[in-house]
């Protein structure tokens, strides 16, 4: 989580209500986390309307921080601008199916290309071709070639001396012959828009007919993407968006602003340099990485769905009162294990995954039945006050379970971990966590 937010968030804590002061105070961190993201700032600017005006109101569910709340609507309300998953690639009703690679130079096209020629060829069974059609720059063909080359792909190509139009047309004749379905050209870029080149695409457009036309963007590229994907949607009304080089330490905002800018979705993310680095788009990753946030929303998420309410209030009351005991420890760990191991779930709080100690309050599923077992040994006198379980009674219960008796100490260990832990949570401090594991 950015600093800022986390601060933000921190401020908020053990308020009953959103207020409009509070969305105020959570949005100006937003928008900055967003401008830092390289989000276009007419895109920040109307995002942050639209959350700020459906926050105010809200009311505040019980398993949640009214910060929490309003970083839950912020994520919302991004996943939903950035499209759903759509990383499905249209087909022709006769094959092939032609696909166009556009963008500037160095956006990283032609490796998309082999990138996605891979991707049809091992996830969709396809049997694709490429289409080596930059003439322009030096090395372009036998750049896709070697391509090719490594992935056991052909790659049609016809000089430099044939116009691009033309070695589309050729390319995808050869293509019927070969009964290939699916052809994927790679098209010539420049650094910046030019008039000679979206001409040279038009033309290729109208004669190749394309099922998708992928317009391929460096992530780095930051607020110039808005520009970039504005000319290209104009001139060529693109189906999808490529993003690439996310290996990279950008935040991403690039997404947010092409998809909000053209309206058209953002299909795959470049992970890297390799021909298998292409990954489906994720939009509430994305969301969370334009955010700075971890996955601290998908724990929210999480807790939210998966923690009965009513039983987190009597807990939260409980801890409050410091009378939790091992029968809410048993439900505590039926929860848990509904929401996943614990161990995962710590790992999804920033900060948290490092943590020492982490390991020693690890909770197996597979152990949560003989720790079961030990709580059922136990008195009812002793599951209400564990303070009383003195070495001699802890024998007892070992005996009766058919436990060892050091897993027995070990799991009222396990317990009054559990007990802090929860109390921390109940406090809505995620921070001091670190702190209980004695960093
Ligand atoms: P084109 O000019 O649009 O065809 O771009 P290229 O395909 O030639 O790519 C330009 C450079 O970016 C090459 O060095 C690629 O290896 C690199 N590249 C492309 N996609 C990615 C990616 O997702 N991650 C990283 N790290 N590098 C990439
Ligand atoms: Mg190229």
Redesign the pocket.
Known sequence: LSERLQAAMNKMRRKGKISEADVKEMMREVRLALLEADVNFKVVKEFVKTVSERSIGEEVLESLSPSQQVIKIVNEELTALMGGEQSTIQTAPKSPTVIMMV??????????AGKLANYLRKNQNRRPMLVAA?IY?PA?IQ?LETIGEQLDIPVFSMGNQVSPVEIAQKGIEKAKEEHRDFVII?TA?RLHIDETLMTELTDIKALANPTEIFL?VDAMTGQDAVNVAESFNEQLDITGVIL?????DTRGGAALSIRSVTGKPIKFT????KLD?LEPFYPERMASRILGMGDMLTLIEKAQLDFDEQKAEEMTKKLKENSFDFNDFIDQMDQLNNMGPLEDILKMIPGMSNAPGLDQIKIDPKDTARMKAVVLSMTPQERENPDILSQSRRRRIARGSGRPIAEVNRMIKQFNESKKMMNQMSKGNFNGMDNMFGS
């Open positions: 963008g500037l130079q160095g956006a990283g096209k032609t490796t998309t930059d720059r372009a750049q790679d870029g391929v690439t080089k996310l290996d990279g470049g992970q890297g340099e680095a």
